[in-house]
């Protein structure tokens, strides 16, 4: 049981894994939040800077050709606020507990008792000759 425990542990702990996590959450869990984000807090600063609380509305026409950059804008806002949510709430986290584990900081795992006893034959073994 102890070996599949810590089968599943190295699992969850590699890379793939955790690259996975992140995008899932950056799509689904993070998308919600950072959107109420930027609808309820970013929007209200950019109108207070431009007078508008949505920049949809900014383009520019080029022979009869409208280039709207300003729902451009608006995607840039939401894109560069989820990658820091993401960024701070669990790439960062991530980094810090493998650096941690590299330290040693953790407490190192307990050998299981039939290693133990066999090291201790072992040992006595060594100890007749």
């Given at each position: 049981m102890n070996d599949l425990l810590n089968e599943f542990k190295t699992f969850l702990l590699r890379g793939n894994v955790i690259d996975l996590a992140v995008a899932v959450v950056l799509g689904a869990a993070f998308g919600g939040?950072?959107?109420?984000?930027?609808?309820?807090?970013?929007?209200?600063?950019?109108?207070?800077?431009?007078?508008?609380p949505d920049l949809s509305y900014l383009d520019f026409t080029i022979n009869d050709a409208v280039f709207s950059y300003g729902v451009f804008l608006n995607s840039l806002i939401s894109f560069i606020s989820i990658a820091a949510a993401?960024?701070?709430?669990?790439?960062?986290?991530?980094?810090?507990?493998?650096?941690?584990r590299k330290k040693g900081e953790e407490p190192p795992e307990e050998t299981p008792e039939d290693i133990q006893l066999l090291r201790e034959i072992r040992d006595a073994l060594r100890a007749r000759q």
């Open positions: 939040v950072v959107t109420s984000f930027v609808t309820n807090i970013i929007t209200p600063l950019i109108a207070m800077i431009f007078g508008e993401v960024f701070f709430f669990v790439v960062k986290p991530v980094n810090m507990l493998t650096e941690r």
